[in-house]
C-alpha cells in the first residue's frame, strides 16, 4: 500500500484525489497527532493556514480549517502568501503547525497539502506516518468552548516582507529586475519587498485569476522571462513558481541562471563575509559537475544529499549547515528560513549583484555547466541497481574513461520500476553515448 504523503505533502488532482473530505479528514488526524502536546499541557493548540491563488484552494482550505477548528485548534489563516512564509510565520507565532494548501509548479486542476511541524519545519516521516494512521481514527469532537476559533491573519503578509527585509546584507538600488510571480502566491508580496529593497520592478505572472497559476510563466516557462528581460533591458530576471518556495533566474541576455549557479553566487558570497557555516555547502546528487569544481576552486566543500528539499533540509540539520539547495531552484538559507524560500534566495541572489557591482552573467560564470543527459529505463528492477556486478563494471569502465571530464549517476526510482541513467561530459554527444551504453546495460541485466 502506498504512503498518502509524498516527498512533498499530499497532492493530486483537486476533487478527484484531492477532496473536500479527504481535506476535512487529514486536518482531524493532524489535529490529533500534532495538537497532542498542547493539549497535554492544557492549552488549545494553533496552527497557522495559507494557500495559493488556485480557484481550489478555497474549498480544500474551507475544509482544512473547518476540520482543524473541530477539533478544537485555533486556526490563523493567513490567505494567499507564498508556502515559505506560512513556514516563517508558524515559527514566529509559535504556532503549534501549519498547513499550507498548494500543488506548487502543478498546473491549476491540480492541489495539495502541507503540513509544517511547529518552528515552521517539515514533517519526518514517522509524523506523516501517524497522521495517515490517524485518519482511521474517530476524529476529536468537542464542544461549545472547546471548539476552536477561525481568525485572519490580517497583518501575515507585513511580518514576513519585514522578515525577508531585515535579512538583506546589501540593498537593491539601482538595479531593473523583471519578476514573474507565475500568477501565483508571490504576487502580491514579492513586487513589494524587491521594491521596498531598492530595486526598480517590472512585474509578470502577477495576474492569478485561480486557473492561470504556472499556465506559461513562472519558473518552469522561463522563455516568458528571457523575453521580457531583454525587452525591458533589465539587468536580471527573477522567476518563482506557483507557491514561490524556489527561485530560478536569467541574466541581462536571458540566458538561464540555474539553482546550481544561484547557490554557488550565494556560497561564495556568504564565505567572503563569514556566514557559510564550515565554509560547506548542501546539493543533491544530481548537481553539476560543474557546480563541485567551482566550489573547489573557491575553497568550499560540498556535501551530497538526495534528491528533494527535505534530504537537504535533514542534512542541514544534521550538519549544523547554513546554505544548501537544488538545481531547480529550491535554496535553503537556515539562518532565516526553514524550507525552500523564492523571494528570500532572490532578494541575496541581487544583493550581491548590488553589493559586487558585477553582473549576474558574470557572477554565473564562476560555474562552468557540463552537458547532461537523463534516461528513464522503464520495466527493470530497480532494486537491482547496486548489486549487478556486470552493471557495476560497465559503469567503472565509462567512469574511467571520462576521468575528470564527467561523471555517472544510476538512481532507482522510489516508486516505480524505473532506473535513471544521469551521464555528465564534456560535450553533449560524449554525454548522450555513455548515457545510451548503460541504458542499455541497465535493460540487459536488469529486465523483469
Request: proline share 4%.
Amino acid at each position: 500500500m502506498s504512503r498518502l504523503f509524498g516527498t512533498d505533502g499530499v497532492r493530486g488532482l483537486a476533487n478527484r484525489d484531492v477532496t473536500p473530505q479527504s481535506a476535512l479528514s487529514l486536518a482531524q488526524a493532524a489535529a490529533r497527532v500534532l495538537g497532542e502536546g498542547p493539549r497535554r499541557a492544557g492549552r488549545r493548540p494553533t496552527a497557522v493556514l495559507a494557500r495559493d491563488p488556485r480557484l481550489s484552494g478555497e474549498f480544500i482550505g474551507a475544509a482544512v480549517a473547518a476540520g482543524l477548528a473541530g477539533s478544537g485548534v485555533d486556526v490563523f489563516d493567513a490567505g494567499v502568501i507564498p508556502t515559505p512564509a506560512l513556514a516563517y510565520l508558524v515559527a514566529s507565532l509559535e504556532a503549534d503547525f501549519g498547513v499550507m494548501i498548494s500543488a506548487s509548479h502543478n498546473p491549476a486542476p491540480d492541489n495539495g497539502i502541507k503540513i509544517f511541524a511547529e518552528g515552521g519545519t517539515k514533517l519526518p516521516d514517522e509524523t506523516e506516518d501517524r497522521i495517515e494512521a490517524a485518519m482511521a481514527e474517530q476524529p476529536l469532537a468537542p464542544i461549545g468552548a472547546d471548539v476552536g476559533r477561525i481568525s485572519r491573519f490580517a497583518d501575515a503578509e507585513d511580518r514576513y516582507v519585514l522578515h525577508l527585509l531585515g535579512s538583506l546584507p546589501h540593498r537593491l538600488d539601482g538595479l531593473t529586475i523583471v519578476l514573474d510571480c507565475a500568477n501565483g502566491a508571490a504576487a502580491g508580496v514579492s513586487p513589494q519587498v524587491f521594491t521596498d529593497a531598492g530595486a526598480k520592478v517590472i512585474v509578470i505572472g502577477n495576474d492569478p485569476d485561480g486557473l492561470n497559476i504556472n499556465d506559461g510563466v513562472g519558473s518552469t516557462h522561463l522563455d516568458t522571462l528571457a523575453r521580457a528581460v531583454v525587452h525591458h533591458g533589465a539587468d536580471a530576471g527573477i522567476a518563482h513558481d506557483g507557491d514561490a518556495d524556489r527561485c530560478l533566474a536569467v541574466d541581462a541576455d536571458g540566458r538561464i541562471v540555474d539553482g546550481d549557479q544561484i547557490m554557488a553566487i550565494l556560497a561564495v558570497a556568504m564565505k567572503d563575509r563569514g556566514v557559510l557555516k564550515d565554509d560547506t555547502l548542501v546539493a543533491t546528487v544530481m548537481s553539476n559537475l560543474g557546480l563541485h569544481r567551482a566550489m573547489h576552486a573557491a575553497g568550499i566543500r560540498v556535501l551530497e544529499a538526495n534528491v528533494g528539499d527535505r534530504y537537504v533540509l535533514e542534512t542541514l540539520g544534521a550538519e549544523g549547515l547554513s546554505l544548501g539547495g537544488e538545481q531547480s531552484g529550491h535554496v535553503i538559507m537556515s539562518a532565516h528560513a526553514t524550507t525552500g524560500d523564492g523571494l528570500l534566495t532572490g532578494l541575496h541572489l541581487m544583493a550581491e549583484v548590488a553589493r559586487s557591482g558585477r553582473t549576474l552573467a558574470d557572477l554565473a560564470s564562476a560555474v562552468t555547466i557540463y552537458p547532461q543527459v537523463l534516461l528513464n529505463v522503464r520495466e527493470v528492477d530497480r532494486d537491482r541497481v547496486r548489486s549487478d556486478t556486470h552493471l557495476a563494471q560497465a559503469i567503472a569502465a565509462e567512469e574511467s574513461a571520462l576521468g575528470d571530464t564527467g561523471r555517472v549517476l544510476l538512481r532507482p526510482s522510489g516508486t516505480e520500476p524505473v532506473v535513471r541513467v544521469m551521464v555528465e561530459a564534456a560535450d553533449q554527444m560524449t554525454a548522450q553515448a555513455v548515457a545510451s551504453r548503460l541504458a542499455g546495460v541497465v535493460r540487459e541485466r536488469l529486465a523483469l
